[in-house]
């Protein structure tokens, strides 16, 4: 069984969001990542709405529906505040019961995620909402440092999976220390490791291209890469249809990518 490609579509909605209408049209977009072959749509609903809305999020949710195939991965930070007709996350997920639901610590004065949780800080907020979303047979994940603590306390706190933050890995990619991008990679191959043996599955994402993606593929239990700025920056040149066909190569000649050794 391959990696699932999961498509984030955030930045499909900040450039509709850029002008009045609805154009480019999410559900239109959504609709043809999975024509060409895209595994599950992902989204992450901010309470500034810069980019997905909550009413996109439920139009997804009853597009996905009758796609069991297709599964719908709904990102965000669990303790944002309800904002307009932001209604926080919990509530969003209670209302469109996405399959998985990747709980992000990120605030609004991010311009992206950039880190992990602190499991130590926030293991008593988070208990609670992790047991609600998994009273709705949502699974739950977790944005994770690949931290070897942090993980076994995302598995004592009953989380589904973990999202391992690809962003150091990425950034050291092009850098002119080999030693820190091996080094990034085998903290991310134990942190996997660990993981799986303690049952629970591994998702990663951030800043994952095609360029970085072949290497990281090959980490040992990966079940799904959520990708968005870089395949909608691909996308531009490439098509599409295109590009997906390509990141989906790179996931199906991983080498026994979820094999444990």
Known sequence: MSIALSVNLNKIALIRNSREGNYPDLMEH????????????????RPDQRHVRPGDVLQ????LKPLPE???????????????????LT?????????????????DHQLTSDHGFDLTKTADKLLPVIEKLK????????????????????????????????????????SSAPDTLENLYQQHRRAALLA????????????????NLPRFSTIPGLKEVSIGHALIVDAITLGLAETIKA???ILESATNPQEIS
């Open 30 to 45: 959504a609709r043809a990542c999975i024509s060409h072959g895209a595994n599950g749509i992902t989204v992450h609903p």
């Open 60 to 63: 997804l949710a009853e597009l």
């Open 70 to 88: 297709i599964e719908f991965n709904v990102e965000g930070n669990p303790f944002a505040a309800q904002k307009g007709d932001y209604p926080g």
């Open 91 to 107: 509530a969003l997920a209670e209302s469109a019961l996405p399959d998985q639901c990747t709980l992000v610590p990120d605030t």
């Open 135 to 174: 009273s709705l047979k949502i699974r739950v994940s977790l944005f994770m440092d690949p931290i070897p603590e942090q993980i076994e306390l995302a598995k004592q706190l009953g989380a589904d999976r973990i999202e391992l933050y690809t962003g150091p890995y990425a950034a050291a990619w092009n």
């Open 196 to 211: 799986t043996e303690l049952g629970l599955g591994v998702n990663a994402g951030h800043d994952l291209n095609l360029h």
């Open 247 to 249: 990141y989906k190569a």
